[in-house]
């Protein structure tokens, strides 16, 4: 029966390819590819001559039906994405979804991975974390992955684009308190990789001064067991009222979801929209 692979591939360095991935993406009739550009960058690499088809986030379900009629045909098929591991916030799990309810093989073949390099290098506790994606941009969905965040009782790693990363810092920071420990690794694998190690306060600071460029992977610190919960729910209602506000609403109207959402007193809830708003002023 023929067989769906999922191969990780390089997030920097092409050196990073397994010598297994290397074989199946040679032995394979076709290449699906996030971006067909960047694989045959790779495909070059390796010498790896088969077809590559392009399967993203806006052709993915229509491609569907093409990649069962190919593995009916007895087609071996590999699926890549643009760097790291397939499906880990990139398009795919709709398709091996069908395939497994379809029957055929699906192997997976480990390699690089931004969430797991990033994670055992920033010196933050590994022995259990959440992978939360990239972060929702704005609104009541970003306020509550930050109350999320600030609550965590694992380490926390997320994606960020480089123009977006001073946001989220300031935003990590009011929502779980300038000391919490975060890693910010930037250009993994690559010529310029760094580490920023540190406090979110810290860490704020030097990239409000040095804008990131590049692929950016956020590490958090678990919150502290000895942190009390007033202080925690002071940092979520801070930053769900920053969010709100950022979104559009009404200091007023702010508050008011502010202690229906968290159940903070209406007091406190004004107070903390209140000291916001003079911030912002």
């Not at 692979?5 to 092409?14: A, D, E």
């Not at 990239?134 to 609104?139: A, D, I, N, T, V």
Request: glycine share 8%; proline share 5%; with cysteine.
């Amino acid at each position: 029966m023929a067989t769906l692979y999922l191969v990780s591939t390089p997030i920097g360095n092409l050196d990073d390819l397994s010598p297994r991935a290397a074989g199946v993406l040679g032995s394979v009739t076709r290449i699906l590819a996030e971006d067909t550009r960047r694989t045959r960058i790779l495909a070059d690499h390796i010498g790896a001559s088969a077809p590559l088809v392009s399967l993203h986030e806006h052709n993915e379900a229509e491609r569907i039906g093409k990649v069962l009629e190919w593995l009916a045909a007895g087609e071996d098929l590999a699926l890549v994405s643009d760097a790291g591991t397939p499906l880990v916030s990139d398009p795919g799990a709709r398709l091996v979804d069908t395939v497994a309810a379809a029957g055929y093989t699906i192997v997976p073949l480990p390699g690089a991975s931004a969430v797991l390099a990033a994670l055992v290098a920033s010196g933050l506790p590994t022995e259990r974390f959440v992978f939360l994606g990239f972060p929702e941009r704005k609104g009541k969905a970003r306020a509550r992955l930050l109350e999320r965040i600030s609550g965590a009782e694992e380490t926390v790693v997320l994606f960020e684009s480089p123009q977006r990363l001073a946001a989220l810092l300031a935003d990590l920071e009011a929502a779980c308190g300038s000391g919490r420990r975060v890693a910010v690794a930037r250009e993994l694998t690559k010529i310029h990789e760094e580490f920023v190690r540190g406090t979110l306060g810290e860490a704020g600071a030097h990239f409000a001064e040095n804008p990131a460029r590049g692929e950016v992977t956020v590490v958090v610190s678990p919150a502290e067991a000895g942190a009390s919960d007033d202080q925690q729910d002071e940092e979520a209602a801070r930053a769900l009222a920053r969010s709100l506000m950022d979104g559009g609403l009404k200091p007023s109207a702010a508050a008011k979801e502010v202690a229906r959402a968290l159940g903070v007193a209406r007091n406190t809830a004004y107070r903390i929209v209140q000291s916001l708003s003079t911030d912002r002023t």
